[in-house]
DNA sequence: ATACCGACCTGTCAGC
DNA sequence: TGCTGACAGGTCGGTA
C-alpha cells in the first residue's frame, strides 16, 4: 500500500502525536507472520521506553526508543513473556549503558495502518499488536493481509539504497549504470533506490519520457537526470498532497491524501494521455501492473 | 548477476 | 443474491 510519500505522511503525523509519549505496556496478537523479531523480545524491548523520534527510511518507519529504566513497567498484560532469568540477561546489555537506544522499525506492507486512538475505540479485525502510551492513548498495528513488518533492533537501522529526496544527481544516476534491467524494475529495488513503488515508478517514468521496460543501461546520462528530477518531484508533489489514497489508506489522523487526483498514467488504462490523447497502456511487467503512454514514452 | 514466477494473506469488486 | 476469478500500493526466495 504505502510508498514514500505516504509512509512520510504517517511519520509526520505520528511524529506530531506522540512523540515523548512512553510505551508502558504492549499487546501482540497470536499471528506470527507480521513478527520479524520474536513477540517476546519486541514486548521486553518498548516497554517501558520513551519515544524519542520517529522517522522514515525508505517505506520504514523507524521509533526511536530511549530506555528508561524508571519507568519500566513493573507488569503488562502482554499475552507472550519471557522466562525470567532470560529477560534479565537479554535486557542487560542495553541498560548498562548511560544512554541507551532502542529501534523500533515498523514496515506496512500492502495493507498495514498504524493508529493512534483512545483506549475504548474498538479493536479493529486485525490488529497484531497495541502498545498502551502513559499519556492514556494507544498504538494499534492493523494488517489484513500481513504483509507488514514489525522488528526490534539495538544497533541503527539501515535498509540499504539511497533516499530519493537526499541523493544528488551524479549518485543517482551512476545506479543505473551498465543494468541491463528494465529501468523500472530498478526503480522499484529498494537496495538501489529506497522508497518508490508501483505507483511513483510509473508516474515518474510518465514524467520523464522513459518507457518502464526501457533497459537502465540503454538510457542516457541526460534521460537518468530527467528521471532523477522526476522521481523528486513527483515524490514532493505527493507529500505535499499528503499521498495516494485508493480504496482505505488514511494516515495516522484518519485524514486521505489526495495524489491520486494527481496520477497521470497509474490507473488510467485505456483512458487518453493528459498531453497526447493516446490511449494509456497497461503492461505487467515482472508481476506488477505498469502503465505508459506509448506515444510520450520511449 | 538477472528475470521471471509463485508465495505470502485477506478483501473488494466486476461479471456472470 | 451468491459464486468465481482477477486484482491490489510490497517483498522474498527459488529457479533457470
Same mark, same amino acid.
Given at each position: 500500500? *504505502?510508498? %514514500? ?7 509526520? @503525523? ?11 505496556? $504492549?499487546?501482540?496478537?497470536?499471528? +506470527?507472520?507480521?513478527?520479524?523479531? !520474536? ?22 518507519? $523507524? ?19 519471557? +522466562?525470567?532469568? &532470560? ?5 542487560? +546489555? ?6 541507551? =537506544? ?5 514496515? %506496512?506492507?500492502?495493507?498495514?495502518? !498504524? ?28 494488517? +489484513? &493481509?500481513?504483509?507488514?513488518?514489525? #522488528? ?6 539501515? *535498509? ?14 551512476? %545506479? =543505473?549504470? @551498465?543494468?541491463?534491467? *528494465? ?13 518508490? @513503488? ?13 518507457? *518502464? ?18 522521481? &523528486?518531484?513527483? !515524490?514532493?508533489?505527493?507529500?505535499? !498532497? ?30 487518453? /494521455?493528459? $498531453? ?9 511487467? #515482472?508481476?506488477?501492473? #505498469?502503465?505508459?503512454?506509448?506515444? /510520450?514514452?520511449?
Amino acid at each position: 500500500m *504505502p510508498e %514514500l510519500p505516504e509512509v512520510e505522511t504517517i511519520v509526520r @503525523g505520528l511524529a506530531r502525536r506522540i512523540v515523548g509519549d512512553t510505551i508502558t505496556s $504492549v499487546w501482540i496478537g497470536s499471528r +506470527p507472520q507480521p513478527l520479524r523479531s !520474536l513477540a517476546s523480545e519486541i514486548v521486553r524491548t518498548l516497554e517501558g521506553t520513551r519515544i524519542q523520534g520517529i522517522r522514515r527510511a525508505g517505506k520504514h518507519i $523507524v521509533f526511536e526508543l530511549a530506555i528508561n529504566n524508571t519507568a519500566k513497567a513493573t507488569h503488562s498484560n502482554a499475552k507472550v513473556k519471557l +522466562p525470567r532469568k &532470560r529477560k534479565q540477561d537479554a535486557l542487560a +546489555p542495553l541498560e548498562s549503558s548511560a544512554n541507551a =537506544f532502542a529501534h523500533w522499525v515498523v514496515h %506496512l506492507g500492502m495493507t498495514g495502518r !498504524l493508529v493512534v486512538c483512545e483506549p475504548e475505540a474498538e479493536i479493529a479485525k486485525h490488529t497484531h499488536l497495541i502498545a498502551t502510551l502513559a499519556s492514556g492513548r494507544e498504538l494499534r498495528f492493523i494488517d +489484513p &493481509r500481513m504483509f507488514g513488518k514489525l #522488528s526490534v533492533h539495538a544497533a541503527a537501522f539501515d *535498509p540499504g539504497g539511497v533516499e530519493p529526496l537526499d541523493v544528488d544527481e551524479e549518485t543517482f544516476v551512476n %545506479l =543505473f549504470h @551498465g543494468r541491463k534491467t *528494465p529501468i523500472k524494475s530498478a526503480l522499484l529495488n529498494q537496495k538501489l533506490v529506497r522508497g518508490v @513503488g508501483n505507483i511513483y515508478a510509473d508516474e515518474s517514468l510518465f514524467r520523464a519520457g522513459i518507457r *518502464p521496460r526501457r533497459r537502465a543501461s540503454t538510457i542516457t546520462r541526460a534521460q537518468l537526470a530527467k528521471l532523477y528530477e522526476s522521481v &523528486r518531484e513527483v !515524490l514532493r508533489e505527493a507529500i505535499a !498532497l499528503g499521498g495516494s489514497s485508493i480504496s482505505d489508506y488514511v494516515d495516522a489522523d484518519g485524514e486521505e491524501g489526495f495524489f491520486q487526483l494527481q496520477h497521470r498514467v497509474y490507473g488510467r488504462e485505456g483512458e487518453k /494521455c493528459l $498531453v497526447c490523447k493516446t490511449p494509456i497502456r497497461r503492461v505487467v511487467l #515482472s508481476g506488477r501492473s #505498469s502503465h505508459y503512454c506509448p506515444n /510520450c514514452q520511449k
